[in-house]
């Protein structure tokens, strides 16, 4: 029988959590990395025991921790992040130029297909590769180096680098996003990189349809139809069914186009699931209610799933990298909030059950479907 | 030999218990005692200095025979009694944040 675990990050050490395919019952281990802050946790789909773990603090740095089973036993891989060349500036806050420094990764994406690939998404945003397992890392320059690199601004949150997608189909084509430049995308396997923020409309930028600039803060892909792409922007759920050459509005009838998930179904493509958030400065559910939003015909017309979700008195948020699904044939839909609550649900949004209330605020949260 | 005694999640990643003893080749500066620790639990590099310029971490400070070293040069002799192994040279992190 096919098996569920998911992979937490924490503001306060990683938690693995295991469940048959019933997922009613969740076996919990951790906190692995007690005290630090575990940015992603991700396996890699060739070998789901292979384990990759952003570790970090503010006192020790970046390291990254590799299991070989599952997350039951860690080593220290390799954490030397340099930037390739003289890394030169890109915009403070204020608009003054401000150097490049590498704070920490934000995200690991394992290869489709081989692995001892991976690639990290970093903050100050660039993107690195490594291809013996982590061991050590090489910047894939050229994105840095395409053009816009000075005009990029940090978010709230930093500027990171938070979104790699690896296209299942064509090997050559990876998108990745970056809060706040934007979306971009590479076709001759990150050697060259071009912006693909056509049709999106940030109002609180100097020029609302600048070519970069924009606080996209996540995207999704289902692995069937790579050229159609979800985002989750600032402000605005957008749609793209061209690989990110142009986007369009989506956000429809949702009550708050805020938010910072998003993700689709498993084996529906037009299937995607939000949580609205009230807005950027209020980071809580509106009205102290915890809702995903699902849309079964690929955005604009969503309905809310509330099922097993408090519907009182609650303010949490749901950070980006915080929503994860399952392969199963009832596909299993998780998120984690930053009040450490883990959701699950079995069957697709219409019911859910917390598997765990009280961890530290959750960060990451990935699904691996075992056999 | 010298004593370096590291903060918590520092001996929890090199996966030691109490004082490390270290033996130093040559003169015994911060800069041979942090090769030598790193050459020793690989898992530290980066984790007290920067890997390229080799600068202190910001949030950690050196101490050792009651004075702060942390700004004393990576190169100069540590104090007699470190040298000598009566006193432990300290990795100390910062006192901030939750």
Excluded at chain 1, 5 to 16: M, N, P
Excluded at chain 2, 26 to 48: H, I, K, N, S
Aim: proline fraction near 6%.
């Amino acid at each position: 029988m096919s098996s569920v675990r998911l992979l937490v990050g924490t503001r306060k050490g990683a938690f693995v959590m295991t469940a048959d395919g019933k997922r009613k019952n969740w076996d919990i281990t951790g906190p692995h990395f007690a005290g630090w802050e575990m940015y992603h946790v991700k396996g890699s789909p060739v070998d789901p025991n292979r384990l990759f773990a952003s570790q970090s603090n503010s006192w020790f740095g970046q390291l990254i921790q590799r299991s070989n089973d599952g997350g039951k036993t860690w080593e220290a891989a390799g954490n030397k992040f340099v930037y390739d060349g003289v890394p030169g500036t890109h915009q403070w806050y204020d608009g003054t130029p401000h150097p490049w420094e590498f704070k920490r990764v934000w995200h690991l994406e394992p290869s489709l297909t081989d692995p001892d690939v991976v690639y990290a998404g970093v903050e100050d945003a660039a993107l690195f590769r490594s291809s013996d397992g982590a061991t050590s890392w090489e910047e894939m320059s050229g994105l840095r180096k395409h053009g816009s690199g000075a005009g990029w601004a940090p978010g709230a949150g930093g500027m990171c680098l938070h979104t790699i997608l690896i296209d299942p189909i064509n090997p050559k084509r990876m998108y990745i996003a970056i809060s706040s430049a934007g979306a971009f995308r590479t076709d001759d396997g990150g050697e060259s990189w071009t912006p693909i923020n056509q049709g999106l409309r940030s109002a609180h930028i100097p020029d609302p349809t600048a070519e970069v600039g924009h606080c996209v803060h996540h995207i999704a892909m289902h692995p069937a139809r790579p050229d159609v792409l979800y985002m989750q922007k600032h402000w605005d759920v957008m749609r793209s069914t061209n690989g990110g050459s142009l986007w369009q509005e989506i956000s429809g009838n949702l009550p708050t186009d805020f938010g910072f998930v998003i993700d689709v179904h498993a084996h529906e493509p037009e299937t995607v699931y939000v949580v609205p958030i009230k807005s950027d400065s209020e980071h809580f559910p509106l009205d102290g209610k915890l809702q995903v939003f699902r849309s079964k015909t690929g955005g604009d017309d969503w309905e809310p799933l509330t099922k097993g979700l408090p519907q009182k008195d609650c303010y949490v948020n749901v950070l980006r990298d915080a929503m994860s699904v399952d392969r199963l044939d009832s596909c299993g839909v998780y998120f984690g909030t930053t009040g450490g609550q883990v959701y699950a649900s079995p069957d697709g949004g219409e019911n859910w059950e917390a598997i765990v209330r009280d961890l530290p605020a959750v960060l990451s949260v990935e699904a691996q479907t075992l056999p | 030999m010298i004593r370096v005694v590291l903060p918590a999640h520092l001996r929890t990643l090199a996966k030691v218990n109490g004082e490390v003893e270290l033996q130093v080749a040559g003169e015994a500066t911060q800069r041979t005692v942090l090769d030598a620790l790193e050459a020793r639990f690989p898992m530290l590099r980066g984790t007290m200095r920067d890997q390229v310029t080799l600068e202190r971490r910001a949030f950690l400070r050196f101490f050792a025979c009651e004075e702060d070293l942390s700004f004393v040069g990576a190169d100069e002799r540590l104090p007699e009694p470190v040298v000598r192994g009566k006193e432990p040279f300290l990795v100390v992190g910062a006192v901030a944040g939750g």
